[in-house]
């Protein structure tokens, strides 16, 4: 049982209280102080001080001062009167442990007001960093977008500047070609008058001569066409026939050794596919088709249903073992599942395939490009 403190003292104004109660000795960081509006307690053990006040107090403009062994309370009154007794006369341990009660239910109101408070606050807070950040942000890329837009402006005048340039210099050099031909035209008809002028002297001298000098005059004139700009070619055709064979390339150009080994494994094929696959005839029609099945594989990946894949793409190569992008999606399913083994042994599959029909098409890319050349 804690000590009650009864050696107290008190004084009253009309508006405040002052109450003086000795800590005894007690080190000042034990002692304990809760005040409401009508009840005021110090906890020091093993000494209590309460009073049950007999009018109410503000609670929140009161001060306690700690010191020289005495806690000092300045209590503002609510109301301006001279209290007759400090403490509430006739009070029972009832009445007592109610207004205990009702004090403590207040002090934890009041701390879950202040408590939301300081919630409300520190979101308010919150908020306004927030629009203060988005501002920022806003500004920045205010900044960003208006440096982008006068670097845009500063490169298409830059580049509308060297346009102009070119357009200039490719005008400078057309003027300078007419000027030149022009030059050429007049050297050539001043050349056609003194030649003429000297074949005229030489016809009246003799008939041999002028025959002499028309023969001159011709080859000069010859030579003078010579020297300008020739007339352009006169549209051909040439016609080429080849003989007929598998491959659309020149023999000249192939190789036939891989490509009579490519047309064994093709009949090889084709002769599995009629015996290896006996229920072919329980498939339907679009399941017979090697890119119906290689969608609906692809299908199935993004589902990320990879065994079903994986069995899609394996028909579709029993159906056409030739087509690299089936080995390389079955690669990309085995590889999902961690069989890195399948992964590059697909790979390979894939890589020597598309290698083999490189090496049969590059060929017919040159033969497209002879055909190009003659105009065919």
């Known amino acids: 049982m804690p000590l009650q403190v009864s050696d107290y003292t008190w004084q009253q104004t009309k508006t405040s209280v002052f109450i003086s109660v000795p800590l005894r000795g007690v080190s000042v960081r034990d002692a304990d102080v809760?005040?409401?509006?009508?009840?005021?307690k110090v906890n020091f053990p093993p000494f209590l001080f309460e009073v049950f006040l007999c009018a109410p107090i503000?609670?929140?403009?009161?001060?306690?001062?700690?010191?020289?062994?005495?806690?000092?309370f300045t209590l503002y009154k609510k109301e301006v009167a001279m209290w007759e007794t400090l403490s509430l006369p006739g009070v029972d341990k009832e009445m007592m442990q109610r207004i205990r009660?009702?004090?403590?239910?207040?002090?934890?109101?009041?701390?879950k007001e202040a408590t939301e408070a300081k919630a409300a606050a520190r979101r308010e807070d919150q908020k306004y960093a927030l629009n203060v950040m988005m501002q920022i942000e806003e500004e920045e890329r205010k900044k960003i977008e208006d440096m982008k837009e006068n670097e845009r402006m500063k490169a298409t005048k830059e580049l509308e500047a060297w346009k102009e340039c070119q357009r200039k210099a490719e005008e400078q050099k057309r003027i300078h070609r007419e000027e030149k031909f022009c030059e050429q035209e007049k050297q050539i008809e001043e050349e056609r008058k003194k030649f003429k002028h000297k074949s005229h002297t030489r016809i009246s001298a003799s008939r041999n001569l002028a025959t002499k000098g028309r023969n001159s005059?011709?080859?000069?004139?010859?030579?003078?066409?010579?020297?300008?700009?020739?007339?352009?070619?006169?549209?051909?055709?040439?016609k080429i026939n080849f003989t007929p064979r598998v491959?659309?390339?020149?023999?000249?150009?192939?190789?036939?050794?891989?490509?009579?080994?490519?047309?064994?494994?093709q009949a090889e094929a084709r002769r599995a596919?009629?015996?290896?696959?006996?229920?072919?005839?329980?498939?339907?029609?679009?399941?017979?088709?090697?890119?119906?099945?290689?969608?609906?594989?692809?299908?199935?990946?993004?589902?990320?249903n990879y065994l079903a894949a994986i069995n899609a793409y394996n028909l579709a190569i029993r159906l056409n073992n030739k087509i690299p992008l089936l080995y390389l999606n079955r690669a990309a399913?085995?590889?999902?599942?961690?069989?890195?083994?399948?992964?590059?042994?697909?790979?390979?599959?894939?890589?020597?395939i598309m290698k083999l029909h490189l090496r049969l098409t590059r060929p017919m890319k040159l033969y497209k490009m002879m055909l190009r050349r003659f105009g065919i």
Not at 58 to 72: F, L, R, V
Not at 247 to 259: K, M
């Open 247 to 265: 491959f659309p390339t020149a023999l000249r150009e192939s190789q036939v050794a891989e490509e009579e080994e490519w047309l064994h494994k």
């Open 217 to 238: 005059e011709n080859i000069f004139l010859e030579k003078l066409k010579e020297n300008s700009i020739p007339a352009p070619r006169s549209v051909g055709s040439i």
């Open 101 to 111: 009660e009702k004090s403590i239910l207040q002090a934890q109101e009041r701390a």
């Open 333 to 352: 399913c085995h590889l999902k599942l961690k069989n890195l083994h399948k992964a590059i042994e697909d790979s390979s599959k894939a890589y020597r």
């Open 58 to 72: 503000d609670d929140e403009n009161s001060k306690a001062k700690i010191g020289n062994d005495t806690i000092i």
């Open 34 to 40: 809760f005040c409401t509006e009508n009840y005021l």
């Open 273 to 304: 596919l009629n015996t290896d696959i006996p229920e072919l005839s329980d498939l339907k029609e679009e399941e017979k088709n090697p890119e119906w099945l290689k969608d609906k594989g692809n299908k199935l990946f993004a589902t990320e």
